[in-house]
């Protein structure tokens, strides 16, 4: 409790594993805390394909590859922990711990990214873990031989469900409308997979089965026609959202709950930074993370200098 961090990072992602690698290699006393697995929506990935430099890789390893370079750089990383308090203001920021601990430190970054949006439609609580995911990669081997839906039309949604045809024997992507928001490729890709169909412009209306999920209805959106079909799995990639609940009336948020942040990474507080998925912006990739967790670290080390000057140190 003694110790004050010259900067705590909160959200060991992609963002915030860049900007603990950067701050602790300039020599910034660093400390990441983090709520869930370390590598954040990476882990969730199977593949990463398009990371300049790596040539397709899976998910996690990047992830793995991030921590221990922040940790060899001298990057002190917490997880699998619950953050209860913030108090921002001031010089000195307090972050406090379910578990009683609090941690100190003269900058934060924030960078708690997003989690996958649920459809919010009946069964979808009942049926999480026994049918119903939002990773392919965590729960694809479950499926081997078995029929599964993907929902979306996204890069991620396209990304896995081929993926998912390493191990599923049928799938099929239930779309909203008649075309897809994903790259080009990503389409391409999806319809050259024999094992892929597609049903367009409908929408997933509810879950159903006996403890483990057996069947979906669906509304074929331009006539209204309802139909439901057997089904093992359900894997869901309808957007996300950022992990911003706590942040409420800490720092300024917009009116999708993201963290408004200026081109230096500045939110609404003083020494107060934010990166990677949960700021406003439009494009949401693991190249975009890094930016932004590059930019904000670069922001705190002058923030760092100012303040220390200006307090004639
Ligand atoms: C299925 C899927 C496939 C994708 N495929 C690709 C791809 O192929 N290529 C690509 O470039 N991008 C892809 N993306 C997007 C990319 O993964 C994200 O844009 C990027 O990883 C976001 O990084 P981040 O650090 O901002 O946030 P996150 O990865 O969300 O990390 C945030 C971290 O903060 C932690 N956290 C959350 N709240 C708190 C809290 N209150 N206190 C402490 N810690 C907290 C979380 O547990 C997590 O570890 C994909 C995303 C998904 C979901």
Do not use: W
Request: overall charge negative; charged content about 20%; some cysteine.
């Amino acid at each position: 409790m003694d110790e004050i961090f010259d900067l705590i990072i909160v959200g060991a992602g992609a963002a915030g594993l860049s900007a603990g690698i950067y701050s602790s290699r300039a020599r910034l006393s660093t400390l990441i805390l983090n709520e869930g697995a370390v590598g954040g929506q990476m882990v969730l990935t199977e593949e990463i394909a398009n990371y300049p430099g790596v040539e397709t890789t899976k998910g996690y390893m990047l992830a793995n590859t991030m921590k221990n370079q922040a940790k060899e750089f001298g990057c002190k990383i917490k997880s699998n922990l619950k953050i209860k308090s913030y108090n921002l203001e001031g010089e000195i920021k307090h972050i406090g711990l379910e578990d009683g601990r609090e941690f100190r430190s003269r900058a934060v970054i924030l960078a708690p990214g997003g989690r996958p949006r649920p459809l919010s439609i009946p069964g979808e609580d009942a049926f999480r873990g026994t049918g119903v995911s939002y990773c392919a990669t965590c729960d694809g081997d479950f499926f081997t031989g078995k029929q599964v839906i993907v929902v979306g039309g996204g890069n991620s949604a396209l990304e896995e469900a081929v993926a998912l045809t390493q191990y599923a024997g049928k799938v099929t992507i239930v779309h909203q409308f008649d075309h897809f928001q994903a790259f080009q490729h990503a389409v391409d890709q999806a319809k050259a997979n024999p094992k892929i169909r597609f049903i367009m412009e409908t929408e997933l209306r509810s879950f159903t089965g006996k403890g483990v999920l057996e069947e979906v209805s669906m509304e074929h959106l331009p006539s209204g026609e309802i139909s439901s079909m057997k089904i093992d799995g359900v894997f869901i990639f309808a957007g996300y959202m950022p992990n911003t609940e706590d942040l409420e009336g800490i720092v300024k948020l917009s009116d999708r709950k993201e963290i408004v942040v200026d081109e230096g990474m500045k939110t609404s507080v003083p020494g107060v930074f934010a990166a990677g998925d949960c700021i406003v912006k439009r494009y949401r990739q693991v190249t975009t993370a890094v930016a932004d967790g590059t930019i904000a670290s670069l922001s705190v080390a002058e923030y760092l200098r100012q303040t220390t000057m200006s307090q004639g140190i």
